[in-house]
């Protein structure tokens, strides 16, 4: 009995440290880019809008805010979801993956680019971009 208790402890210590993998405030410095992320619950308050929750945003030094709608698949270390510029201009799939150290790889899989800002300038956010907490 001892034995199963305990093998039922680390197992739930498992699953909430993986379930946490896809959930925090993640930064680019070189971007200068935020990102909120809950992709486990519509949690996190829109931006700007009340009583409107999404699964996370990215802005910053972006084209807008880019929310989060929709979550197509989560898995242990890759997450793709559905992502609006908050004018409703674009849209874009995003792929995060798990990289070294525990950053975030965030990779545009469409044709659409987030946008960033050079120079005073709209230019093209590179495929991938990481992330750290």
Request: charged letters at 25%.
């Amino acid at each position: 009995m001892k034995r199963l208790s305990i093998l039922f402890l680390m197992l739930g210590h498992f699953i909430m440290a993986n379930a946490q993998t896809f959930k925090g405030s993640f930064l680019n410095e070189e971007y200068k880019i935020q990102m909120e992320l809950n992709l486990y619950a519509d949690s996190i308050p829109v931006p700007g809008i009340d009583d409107e929750m999404c699964y996370g945003y990215l802005r910053g030094n972006t084209n807008g805010t880019w929310v989060i709608l929709k979550v197509i698949s989560v898995e242990k270390n890759k997450a793709v979801f559905r992502a609006s510029c908050d004018n409703g201009s674009d849209s874009q799939n995003v792929e995060l993956t798990v990289g070294e150290g525990g950053k975030l790889v965030m990779r545009q899989l469409k044709d659409a680019y987030i946008k960033t800002v050079v120079n005073k300038k709209y230019a093209k956010l590179p495929k991938t971009v990481e992330f750290h907490k």
